[in-house]
């Protein structure tokens, strides 16, 4: 089946540092993926929609100067936290459909811990 | 506004079946009922879909009423590793997301 991988599982970092995640299809090509966040003992928050070849969606509230979203190919999209605080310390998500009316696959996530 | 109502959490003891409920009384007609769960510290994985009939798959069963109001996620015989958050999911949102409601969680006792 579908298959999503993200990576890094885990950082821990200094205040002011920027990170980088990357989120990639395995076995099928995604024109669009989804960022989400999730803090303790909350549900899962959409940030932003990634589209190949094009811009980003931000959802309200999100500054799209700080969580920079790259979609490069197919089959990858990236997600920077830019000069990260610890109140950007959270659980990031990615997900992506393998076509149109096809359930959604999720990436084992990313947490983030910022010092 | 997730647009299903689920139990907070529910116990259920290992190798019994775990029926796991869920209420989308303002459910539109081309909407699916999708079913994710969440071990702790991983993302969501994916369980089941249906839109109006019922499903079965290797991991569970589906049922939707047939007023589509409602549905049941069935675990036949759960085990340790079934513990987890399970969100029933009916809405998406306009760039195709998911929107996730709060879940319950399930905990699955020797």
């Known amino acids: 089946g579908a298959v999503v991988s993200q990576h890094p599982s885990r950082v821990i970092c200094k205040s002011g540092t920027s990170v980088k995640i990357e989120c990639r299809s395995l076995?099928?090509?995604?024109?669009?993926m989804f960022w989400y966040r999730q803090f303790p003992k909350q549900s899962l928050m959409l940030m932003a929609t990634?589209?190949?070849?094009?811009?980003?969606?931000?959802e309200q509230g999100v500054e799209k100067d700080k969580f920079l979203i790259n979609h490069a190919s197919l089959t990858l999209s990236t997600l920077t936290v830019t000069s990260a605080h610890p109140e950007d310390s959270s659980f990031y998500i990615c997900s992506a459909p393998a076509s149109r009316n096809q359930p959604q696959h999720f990436g084992d996530g990313t947490r983030l811990s910022i010092l | 506004d997730a647009k299903t109502t689920q139990p907070p959490s529910m116990d259920c003891a290992e190798g019994r079946a775990a029926n796991l409920p869920c209420n989308h009384s303002t459910i539109s007609g081309n909407e699916y009922v999708y079913w994710y769960r969440q071990i702790h510290s991983q993302g969501p994985q994916y369980i089941i879909h249906?839109?109006?009939n019922n499903e079965t798959n290797e991991m569970a069963s589906l049922i939707i009423t047939e007023d589509r109001k409602s549905s049941t996620l069935i675990l036949p015989h759960a085990t340790l590793r079934d513990t987890a958050v399970y969100y029933c999911?009916?809405?998406?949102?306009?760039?195709?997301?998911?929107?996730f409601g709060k879940g319950t969680k399930l905990s699955v006792k020797p």
């Open positions: 999911i009916v809405r998406v949102g306009s760039q195709g997301n998911l929107i």
């Open positions: 990634s589209n190949e070849g094009s811009k980003a969606t931000y």
């Open positions: 076995d099928f090509q995604a024109t669009t």
């Open positions: 249906g839109l109006k």
